[in-house]
């Protein structure tokens, strides 16, 4: 049974580019979250995504966009990057039922010069 | 707002000691999920525990221990009999039952590096 899958495993851009995280979810999953982690702290919530919908958003600018595909996996786009969006973006699925614990893939460590 | 609290940025214990991470949070929600997550070096979080609101029972899984104390928000988490293997960042999460199906997040605290010494 595969778990949730992410790709790139690292991915380096520079300032002002975009960039897309693709991430699969575990089987039987149909919610896809997205968190960001920065060095020495906990993940932060993003966005995440049920029935190809954005269902909640974090404190998070416009510059990040998902999307959700009929097959439940999710893209995450960030334009214009900046020198502070450097971390580890961790894809997180879930079944819908409230209260069911989320399971994480291996997360994209991006970099940006 | 929901708020989680690890005051322990880093322990460190000898192999074989037993040692409790602490958590406390705050929510204003009656119904909400507590959550411990695991994150090796490679950098997978891998789910532990997940307790709901309305359960103040204590788990044991192995050497595993929670205690859930409503009275005072917190959520701490033993190891007992600690192992090198334990070596990793632990994290405390809460989630609050908003309305809908699939629409909640996690609120994580900063994370306790724990490291086990042979």
């Known amino acids: 049974d595969a778990g949730v899958t992410q790709s790139p495993t690292h991915l380096i851009k520079t300032r002002g580019q975009q960039v897309t995280l693709r991430c699969s979810p575990k089987?039987?999953?149909?919610?896809v979250s997205w968190y960001q982690q920065a060095l020495g702290q906990g993940p932060q919530f993003i966005f995440q995504?049920?029935?190809?919908?954005?269902?909640q958003r974090g404190n998070f600018p416009d510059r990040f966009s998902g999307h959700q595909f009929p097959n439940y996996s999710s893209e995450l786009n960030v334009n214009a990057l900046l020198l502070g969006d450097s971390a580890l973006y961790l894809c997180?699925?879930?079944?819908?039922?409230?209260?069911?614990?989320?399971?994480f893939g291996d997360g994209t460590r991006l970099s940006i010069l | 707002a929901q708020k989680v609290t690890q005051a322990q940025t880093e322990i460190s214990v000898v192999e074989k000691e037993d040692v409790t991470l602490d958590c406390v949070y705050e929510?204003?929600?009656?119904?909400?999920?507590l959550f411990w997550y695991k994150q090796p070096p490679s950098g997978e979080l891998v789910f532990l525990i997940r307790?709901?609101?309305?359960?103040?029972q204590n788990e044991i899984s192995g050497r595993y221990s929670w205690n859930f104390q409503k009275s005072t928000s917190s959520f701490n988490f033993t190891i007992t009999a600690s192992q090198v293997v334990d070596s990793a960042v632990y994290f405390c999460?809460?989630?609050?039952?908003?309305?809908?199906?699939?629409?909640?997040?996690?609120?994580f605290g900063k994370g306790t590096k724990l490291s086990v010494i042979p």
């Open positions: 997180a699925s879930s079944h819908r039922d409230r209260g069911q614990p989320q399971h």
């Open positions: 089987s039987g999953h149909d919610t």
């Open positions: 995504y049920y029935e190809e919908e954005e269902r």
């Open positions: 929510t204003r929600d009656t119904t909400y999920y």
């Open positions: 307790r709901n609101s309305f359960d103040e």
């Open positions: 999460a809460l989630s609050e039952a908003h309305s809908g199906a699939g629409s909640y997040q996690l609120t």
